[in-house]
T-cell receptor, first 114, second 110 residues
Framework: DADVTQTPRNRITKTGKRIMLECSQT?????MYWYRQDPGLGLRLIYY???????NKGEISDGYSVSRQAQAKFSLSLESAIPNQTALYFC?????????????FGPGTRLLVL | TQLLEQSPQFLSIQEGENLTVYCNSS?????LQWYRQEPGEGPVLLVT?????EVKKLKRLTFQFGDARKDSSLHITAAQPGDTGLYLC??????????FGQGTELSVKP
C-alpha cells in the first residue's frame, strides 16, 4: 500500500466551483506540504504544516486554503476555481526527527478547470 | 530568496551515452536531494547528500554535492531507455522546506 495517498487522482471542474483535494499518509510524519507543478516551473509550494495546529503559506497561496484535520490528513481547497489553477497537485510529507529534510510525495492529482 | 538553477532543461540522447545534469545556486544548502518523476506519478527520491564534497553512487547514477554545498551534479553512465523521466534537484535549508530546481526532462532513445 502507498504511504502517501491523494484523492481524487483526476478532477475536471468548472470556473467558480469549490473543490477539495485530500491527502492521507501512513508514514507517521509530522510535516505535510501541498505543491503544484506546471511545465517548466518545477514544484511550487502552496501551503505547509509542521504539526496539526500549524499552517503556513507557501510562495503561491492566493486562491487556496488548507486544513490539517489530523497528523495523517492534510486537505487543499480551491474556494472558487479558475482556469489558471489547472495543474498537477502533489502532497508530500517529511519527518522533523531526521536531519535529512527528505520529502515523500503522493501520486498527484491532475486538475482541469474549464 | 534562494534559487536553484537546473540545467539542461531538456536532454535527448541515445542509449549508451553518458550525461550530466547540473544544479547550481548562490546559496548554501544544508542538504540536496535528487528526485526522479515519471509521467502520471509523484517524484521519487533517488538520493540525499548532506556533506560538502560528498559523492554517492546508485548503480549507474553518480551524485555529487559541491564542496561549498551550493551546487550538485547527477551523472548517468551508459543511459538506458528506462532512465527516461523528469529529474528534479531540491535544496534544504533546515527550515523544513525544500527549494526545487525547474527540472530536467531526459529522453533516452533505443
Amino acid at each position: 500500500d502507498a504511504d502517501v495517498t491523494q484523492t481524487p487522482r483526476n478532477r475536471i471542474t468548472k470556473t467558480g466551483k469549490r473543490i477539495m483535494l485530500e491527502c492521507s499518509q501512513t508514514k507517521g510524519h509530522d510535516r505535510m506540504y501541498w505543491y503544484r507543478q506546471d511545465p517548466g516551473l518545477g514544484l511550487r509550494l502552496i501551503y505547509y504544516s509542521f504539526d496539526v495546529k500549524d499552517i503556513n503559506k507557501g510562495e503561491i497561496s492566493d486562491g487556496y486554503s488548507v486544513s490539517r484535520q489530523a497528523q495523517a490528513k492534510f486537505s487543499l481547497s480551491l474556494e472558487s476555481a479558475i482556469p489558471n489553477q489547472t495543474a498537477l497537485y502533489f502532497c508530500a510529507t517529511s519527518d522533523s526527527r531526521t536531519s535529512r529534510e527528505t520529502q515523500y510525495f503522493g501520486p498527484g492529482t491532475r486538475l482541469l478547470v474549464l | 530568496t534562494q534559487l536553484l538553477e537546473q540545467s539542461p532543461q531538456f536532454l535527448s540522447i541515445q542509449e549508451g551515452e553518458n550525461l550530466t545534469v547540473y544544479c547550481n545556486s548562490s546559496s548554501v544548502f544544508s542538504s540536496l536531494q535528487w528526485y526522479r518523476q515519471e509521467p502520471g506519478e509523484g517524484p521519487v527520491l533517488l538520493v540525499t547528500v548532506v556533506t560538502g564534497g560528498e559523492v554517492k553512487k546508485l548503480k549507474r547514477l553518480t551524485f555529487q554535492f559541491g564542496d561549498a554545498r551550493k551546487d550538485s551534479s547527477l551523472h548517468i553512465t551508459a543511459a538506458q531507455p528506462g532512465d527516461t523521466g523528469l529529474y528534479l534537484c531540491a535544496g534544504g535549508n533546515q527550515g523544513g522546506k525544500l527549494i526545487f530546481g525547474q527540472g530536467t526532462e531526459l529522453s533516452v532513445k533505443p
